[in-house]
T-cell receptor, first 115, second 116 residues
């Protein structure tokens, strides 16, 4: 089944404790992206990757890191989480970023709470 | 800078009636794509419909249609014959189709409630 998976789905952690949220897709997609969703703000893009070893900042990259060493994986790293990073996080992928139609497939979301 | 605005935080519609969810956008990109997503209470993001800025016709997908008015920079979603299962958050999104195609921006969302 074609899908985007994220782990963990739920995480409660404490300020300053490094964490990684994994994202993996099995569709051979070039493009992957991370978003955070907060009430009243919609989804905001954190980072995106147009291919292996190519990443770029979205609108809210502060406090996050990403890497794209393999095509299928795009982990989101919080080196020193803070309470303002409490949010619902989505990973998404699409075949490409270039061209007219590239529907993004979303993972199920990771609900992160930083105490 | 690109911007998406959804001015209706919440809407109600009677079952079997049509409803229009508003979306306006601002961009300097000459070509761009507009998307609508549905997010039910379970949380997943479901793609509904896409409209390219150079598409001559308004997009349709089953009960969903996109009323695209390029000059007014609006891309409203029309849901015909509403069903109880249509109750959800709806997000409008946009991205450029050139070398800024990696950036996708979303509106704040509209929460639709369908009444029996």
């Amino acid at each position: 089944e074609a899908q985007v998976t994220q782990n963990p789905r739920y995480l409660i952690t404490v300020t300053g404790k490094k964490l990684t949220v994994t994202c993996s897709q099995n569709m051979n997609h070039e493009y992957m992206s991370w978003y955070r969703q907060d009430p009243g703000l919609g989804l905001r893009q954190i980072y995106y990757s147009m291919n292996v070893e190519v990443t770029d900042k979205g609108d809210v990259p502060e406090g996050y890191k990403v890497s794209r060493k393999e095509k299928r994986n795009f982990p989101l790293i919080l080196e020193s989480p803070s309470p303002n990073q409490t949010s619902l996080y989505f990973c998404a992928s699409s075949l490409s970023f270039w061209g007219s139609y590239n529907e993004q497939f979303f993972g199920p979301g990771t609900r992160l709470t930083v105490l | 800078a690109q911007k998406i605005t959804q001015t209706q935080p919440g809407m109600f519609v009677q079952e079997k009636e049509a409803v229009t969810l508003d979306c306006t956008y601002d961009t300097s990109d000459p070509s761009y794509g507009l998307f609508w997503y549905k997010q039910p209470s379970s949380g997943e993001m479901i793609f509904l419909i896409y409209q390219g800025s150079y598409d001559q016709q308004n997009a349709t997908e089953g009960r969903y249609s996109l009323n695209f008015q390029k000059a007014r920079k609006s891309a409203n979603l029309v849901i015909s014959a509403s069903q109880l299962g249509d109750s959800a958050m709806y997000f409008c999104a946009m991205r450029g189709l050139g070398n800024q195609g990696g950036k996708l921006i979303f509106g704040q969302g509209t929460e639709l409630s369908v009444k029996p």
